[in-house]
């Protein structure tokens, strides 16, 4: 417990600072927490949580369904955007796994949650890692910091596990707790909208088409107690002060046939995304895609990418992502003159390249790996969307290879642009 961790902490009950008594802090109200196993908890009152609280246990955390798929968490951390300059509070850490990959970056890092279990999980994982966690136990209503000391507050998959009110409470606290340039970054899923879908056609199809079971995991639904769409969220952020920035996504229904047929109607989302911010002039330079800020000129596919991948690329691998027919990126594009690309090509094939409304290249793959150059004609510096058509794709299952089902392009290793 250092002293520069408690000189943050405010007392939840009365606003007071807290003053630390060996492995305790105290405040003159009587408030208390107890550090015990590198965990701040509440240690003389009894604390009012949710009635769902006990449900956060140990089981819910370590179930199959719990969503630790790395295109959730790399792009949350990416749009946390930690660094050893940023202070980081995870609202609702759960077992930790944001908090960590964000300390492993250098930022100092709180973590709050209601849950017990949580907090544990999140001590062993930290512990694990050898990055330090701080966290407390909260009481579901005061966030015990002091006021604009965080450039950072994440909110993932936290805002569907609670009812409006109760919302408005931590979205109220985020925005006294954020500093006047920080950001409150918030992601849900599913969403209001795609549930009225699945429900639609479940009931057209007599049931035989079910999304809903593909979204949520049926033991746990019960917490999970209520679903937004952007216009919901935005209500809430603005009514207390933020300027949001809200975007949809499909990853988890994104093979669906249904789905990939109305997608283009640009409403339909499994999933939002959010940055919201305290500051008018700095939400009005982000622009609609507030996450390309930082787009590189140079991806190493398959590390840390996943901010900047569009559509058509699966899973990371081990430093690159197999491709669809068609795949999109962004990727920023300085006062160059080429775009090099490092790919495998497992049998012949042919291709286009390009960059925003420009075709840049056609080219043909010969069998494996390969680098290939292109020069860049009137194109203006800035972040762009690149595009990779390919004539073909293959089945490795239908074709006798593996069991993989997927239609797969080339294996995309990086792209640069100079």
């Given at each position: 417990?250092?002293r520069?961790t408690?000189?943050l902490?405010?007392?939840?009950?009365?606003?007071?600072?807290?003053?630390?008594?060996g492995?305790?802090?105290?405040?003159?109200c009587?408030y208390?927490?107890?550090?015990?196993?590198?965990i701040?908890?509440i240690?003389?009152k009894d604390?009012?949580?949710?009635?769902?609280?006990?449900?956060?246990?140990?089981?819910?955390?370590?179930?199959?369904?719990?969503?630790?798929t790395s295109?959730?968490?790399?792009k949350?951390?990416?749009?946390?955007?930690?660094n050893?300059?940023?202070r980081?509070?995870?609202?609702g850490?759960g077992p930790?796994?944001?908090?960590?990959?964000c300390?492993?970056?250098?930022?100092?890092v709180?973590?709050?949650?209601?849950?017990?279990d949580?907090?544990?999980?999140?001590?062993?994982?930290?512990?694990?890692d050898?990055v330090?966690i701080h966290?407390?136990?909260?009481?579901?209503e005061?966030?015990?910091?002091m006021?604009?000391?965080?450039?950072t507050?994440i909110?993932?998959d936290v805002?569907e596990?609670?009812?409006?009110h109760?919302l408005?409470?931590?979205?109220?606290?985020c925005?006294r707790?954020?500093?006047?340039e920080?950001r409150?970054?918030?992601?849900?899923?599913?969403?209001?909208?795609?549930?009225?879908?699945?429900?639609a056609?479940?009931?057209?199809?007599?049931?035989?088409?079910?999304?809903h079971?593909?979204?949520i995991?049926?033991?746990?639904?019960?917490?999970?107690?209520?679903?937004?769409?952007a216009?919901?969220?935005?209500s809430?952020?603005?009514r207390?002060?933020?300027?949001?920035?809200?975007w949809?996504?499909?990853?988890?229904?994104?093979d669906?046939k249904?789905?990939?047929?109305?997608r283009?109607?640009?409403?339909?989302?499994?999933?939002?995304?959010c940055?919201?911010?305290?500051n008018?002039?700095?939400?009005?330079s982000?622009?609609?895609r507030?996450?390309?800020l930082?787009?590189?000129s140079?991806?190493?596919?398959g590390?840390n990418?996943?901010?900047?991948?569009?559509?058509?690329?699966?899973?990371?691998?081990?430093?690159?992502?197999?491709t669809?027919?068609?795949a999109s990126?962004?990727?920023?594009v300085?006062?160059?003159?080429?775009?090099?690309?490092?790919?495998f090509?497992?049998?012949?094939?042919?291709?286009?390249?390009?960059l925003?409304?420009?075709?840049?290249?056609r080219?043909?793959?010969?069998?494996?790996?390969?680098?290939m150059?292109?020069?860049?004609?009137?194109?203006?510096?800035?972040?762009?969307?690149?595009?990779?058509?390919?004539?073909?794709?293959?089945?490795?299952?239908?074709?006798?290879i593996?069991e993989?089902k997927?239609?797969?392009?080339?294996?995309?290793?990086?792209?640069?642009a100079?």
């Open positions: 417990m250092s520069d408690t000189e902490v405010s007392c939840p009950e009365c606003n007071g600072k807290m003053l630390k008594e492995d305790k802090l105290i405040c003159h009587g208390q927490f107890k550090f015990n196993q590198n701040f908890l240690e003389n604390v009012d949580k949710s009635k769902f609280a006990n449900l956060y246990n140990e089981n819910y955390y370590k179930c199959p369904q719990y969503d630790y295109y959730r968490l790399e949350i951390v990416a749009l946390a955007r930690p050893k300059d940023k980081i509070l995870d609202l850490c930790g796994e944001i908090a960590v990959r300390a492993r970056q250098g930022a100092e709180f973590g709050i949650d209601l849950s017990r949580a907090l544990r999980l999140s001590s062993e994982r930290s512990a694990k050898n330090v966290l407390f136990e909260f009481d579901g005061k966030i015990p910091f006021n604009c000391i965080f450039d507050i909110l993932s805002v596990h609670v009812e409006d109760v408005n409470n931590l979205i109220e606290e925005y707790l954020l500093k006047p920080g409150l970054l918030i992601h849900t899923a599913p969403t209001k909208n795609i549930l009225f879908l699945a429900r056609l479940k009931i057209i199809s007599a049931g035989n088409i079910d999304l079971s593909k979204l995991t049926p033991e746990y639904e019960h917490l999970h107690i209520r679903y937004h769409d216009g919901s969220l935005a809430i952020l603005k207390n002060g933020f300027y949001p920035i809200i949809g996504e499909i990853e988890y229904l994104k669906n249904y789905v990939r047929s109305i283009r109607l640009g409403f339909i989302y499994d999933q939002l995304w940055l919201a911010f305290k008018l002039a700095l939400w009005e982000v622009g609609s507030p996450y390309l930082d787009a590189p140079e991806l190493k596919v590390i990418d996943s901010l900047y991948m569009n559509y058509g690329l699966y899973d990371a691998e081990n430093g690159f992502r197999w669809s027919q068609m990126m962004f990727i920023r300085p006062r160059g003159n080429k775009i090099s690309l490092e790919l090509a497992p049998r012949r094939n042919k291709g286009k390249l390009y925003g409304r420009h075709q840049i290249a080219f043909e793959l010969e069998e494996g790996q390969q680098s150059s292109f020069p860049l004609n009137r194109i203006e510096p800035g972040v762009h969307e690149l595009r990779l058509k390919l004539d073909k794709t293959f089945n490795p299952k239908k074709e006798g593996s993989d997927r239609d797969l392009g080339v294996m995309l290793f990086g792209v640069r100079d």
